[in-house]
Nanobody, 117 residues
Framework: QVHIVESGGGLVQPGGSLRLSCAAS????????MGWYRQAPGKQRELVAT?????????ADSVKGRFTISRDYNKNKNTVRLQMNSLNPDDTAVYYC?????????WGQGTQVTVSS
């Protein structure tokens, strides 16, 4: 069984910052990639940022230069974080953590990020 727990969402003013964290544990063998996706109301879920176990990162064009993904992989707990700076209202969405392992993808329950004055 896989457990994915996200934290760090909330309400922030435009120009502000938030940091999301995701911890994955349980029956996960050989994580290939961890990352973040988001889904705004009425829109499809989209990639925000991912980081492969080897360190390669991939960012959506809309967040490049503003968001930074980082991760810690160890035997017992795997964590990925998303530092979000210079937030704007277009970043408002539910943010989901995703873990890719041996062809399977696991999702967290999502955390709400709202950017509003």
């Amino acid at each position: 069984q896989v457990h994915i727990v996200e934290s760090g969402g909330g309400l922030v003013q435009p120009g502000g910052s938030l940091r999301l964290s995701c911890a994955a544990s349980g029956s996960i063998f050989g994580i290939d990639v961890m990352g973040w996706y988001r889904q705004a109301p009425g829109k499809q879920r989209e990639l925000v940022a991912t980081q492969a176990v080897g360190g390669n990162t991939n960012y959506a064009d809309s967040v490049k230069g503003r968001f930074t993904i980082s991760r810690d992989y160890n035997k017992n707990k795997n964590t990925v974080r998303l530092q979000m700076n210079s937030l704007n209202p277009d970043d408002t969405a539910v943010y989901y953590c995703n873990v890719g392992s041996s062809g399977f993808h696991y999702w967290g329950q999502g955390t709400q990020v709202t950017v509003s004055s």
